[in-house]
């Protein structure tokens, strides 16, 4: 290093210690004492405990509920329906299809017959004893313990609930609405905040139900989870059962599945019937299928999911549309035009649908349904007559050219190349 830049550092630290011996110590001032002083704590802003239950020995209770020609039980141990059933649909005791019988026959191995819905002679049964439908609550899920809340009940169709779940106040309403020949359950849950902190977290509904596995023929019903997300139909039923595709099958190992996409409506249905949940405003929630139990006694069904955050004295609302009954195309197409992706007529939907339409159209003029079938195939044939006539004339014309053209073959055997410009 050069020898003036060393004098020139040197001068500069004797410089800046001299400056700081010359200044000395600050005066104290009023605002400043040079005394220690011990100031005082800021108070502190009470924080408000987790409010208390609103009713922390609330009886459980059991309703009955009736809406839409549904009949069904409300309890209010989490705010859930379950033994729903349609007393109007009663079905054949068993049914035996004619080539199960001629397989059992030939084979000597026949799946048996199988019950379409209900019990021996009925009603259909949409949600088992065991079913949680349109339960609510707070945190991570139905795995949870739920909330007792107070049931008061209006009427048979008119239900409302109230209660409290981690820290949040609940109340839930149920009510038949009807609009021209839709007939829906309007259901209403509010979460409110009544501490004086802010609360985050999720608050979710729940449609589970036992899912049995696979039993009977293969056209047997089969309870199952459904669900359309992202425009795309979604199946969580048990292994084996009837219509389950690849990748959406509950068990005891994969208890949770996520659903990725925009929700269109979601919850329990069979090959025949169905209770579905539309909600009206499912932008920023999530669903998945999910498990809660072990073997025999596990029920699986749709979980909806929102994350939230809420201020002291705030609510968020949730509302839904519940279609219980037929898997009718035309009965579902009243609720919602998405419902119709319940009767799921896979690659040949374009052709079905009209052929389904005009089927029910000749039932509605006949009253038989084997009549309807006869009048629809001779329809088709009616349509598809051109082709066929054409068809046969144009083998009536290869028949009667058919000696001459057996005399070429014989005559130009040897001469391929000839054969061929002559035929």
Not at 259 to 270: A, C
Not at 399 to 412: A, D, K, S
Request: glycine residues 10%; aromatic residues 8%.
């Amino acid at each position: 290093m050069d020898r003036r830049t060393v004098i020139a550092v040197v001068l500069s630290l004797g410089i800046y210690y001299a400056w700081l011996g010359l200044r000395g110590k600050p005066e104290p001032t009023d605002e400043q004492p040079l005394a220690e002083t011990t100031e005082e704590p800021a108070p502190v802003v009470p924080v408000a405990p987790p409010p208390a239950p609103v009713v922390s020995d609330v009886p459980l209770k059991t309703v009955d509920f009736e809406a839409c020609g549904a009949q069904a039980k409300l309890t209010n141990d989490g705010g859930f329906l379950h033994d729903v059933t349609l007393p109007h649909e009663l079905g054949p005791f068993h049914v035996t299809p004619i080539y199960t019988w001629v397989l059992g026959k030939v084979t000597g191995q026949s799946e048996g017959a199988w019950q379409p819905y209900g019990g021996d002679p009925g009603p259909a049964v949409l949600l088992h004893e065991r079913a949680t439908a349109l339960r609510v609550g707070v945190g991570d899920g139905p795995t949870e313990t739920p909330v007792r809340m107070q049931l008061t009940q209006a009427g048979p169709s008119d239900v409302t609930l109230v209660g409290q779940s981690g820290g949040l106040r609940v109340e839930q309403q149920f009510r038949e609405h009807r609009e021209g020949e839709a007939c829906t359950i309007d259901v209403v849950t509010t979460w409110t905040n009544p501490g004086g902190s802010t609360w985050s977290g999720d608050v979710w509904t729940a449609v589970l139900d036992h899912v049995a596995a696979k039993t009977g023929g293969r056209y047997a019903s089969q309870v199952q989870p459904t669900a359309l997300v992202d425009d795309s139909l979604k199946y969580g039923g048990a292994l084996g059962a009837g219509c389950v595709r690849a990748g959406t099958k509950l068990t005891d190992d994969e208890r949770r599945i996520e659903l990725e996409g925009p929700v269109s409506w979601y919850g329990i249905s069979d090959r025949y019937f169905g209770f579905y949940v539309l909600p009206d405003q499912a932008e920023d929630a999530s669903l998945r299928f999910e498990r809660v139990g072990e073997g025999d006694d596990a029920i699986d069904g749709p979980v909806l999911s929102r994350k939230v955050a809420l201020a002291g004295g705030e609510s968020v609302t949730s509302s839904s549309r519940v279609y219980v009954g037929e898997n009718h195309l035309a009965q579902l197409g009243t609720v919602d035009p998405s419902l119709e992706r319940v009767v799921d007529l896979g690659w040949f939907a374009f052709f079905g649908k009209p052929l389904v339409w005009i089927l029910h159209l000749f039932h509605g003029v006949t009253g038989s349904w084997g009549a309807s079938i006869i009048l629809l195939t001779l329809l088709i044939k009616v349509i598809f007559f051109p082709m066929t006539h054409r068809a046969m004339k144009a083998a009536q014309k290869m028949q009667e050219i058919q000696p001459e053209l057996n005399r070429i073959r014989e005559q130009y055997a040897d001469n391929p190349t000839e054969m061929n410009r002559l035929v």
